[in-house]
């Protein structure tokens, strides 16, 4: 069973930077596309990046591209969200997640991940 646990949450400032992480305690991911969400208060969950099992391909939400960089380290079983210049809607849980089934792309749609970690707070202040 996939345990996915992310890290690197935090407070930062506008303009700042923050590295969410995101590792599979259980079983390796590195066969899985990975992707991040996140979700407001008082909002629906909301695509952020994904990248596909080899590391190759990745696609972004128009909100963060440019600013935001997933990246995977496949021997680590782990997954990076590298944010920069953040602002204050960014604000909102980060949520980590590994796509149903092997060899697989990048997905923009939350359907089709069936792994998902607990979330970590990211707040970013004006």
């Known amino acids: 069973q996939v345990q996915l646990v992310e890290s690197g949450g935090g407070f930062v400032q506008a303009g700042g930077s923050l590295r969410l992480s995101c590792a599979d305690s259980?079983?390796?991911?590195?066969?899985?596309?990975m992707g991040w969400f996140r979700q407001a208060p008082g909002k629906e969950r909301e695509f952020v990046a994904s990248?596909?099992?080899?590391?190759?391909?990745?696609t972004y939400a128009d909100s963060v591209k440019g600013r935001f960089t997933i990246s995977r380290d496949n021997a680590k079983n782990t997954v990076h969200l590298q944010m920069n210049s953040l602002k204050p809607e960014d604000t909102a849980v980060y949520y980590c997640?590994?796509?149903?089934?092997?060899?697989?792309?990048?997905?923009?749609?939350?359907?089709?991940?069936?792994?998902w970690g607990q979330g970590t707070q990211v707040t970013v202040s004006s």
């Open positions: 990248i596909s099992w080899t590391g190759r391909m990745t």
């Open positions: 997640a590994a796509r149903s089934g092997a060899w697989s792309l990048p997905s923009r749609a939350p359907a089709e991940y069936g792994y």
């Open positions: 259980q079983r390796t991911i590195s066969n899985n596309a």
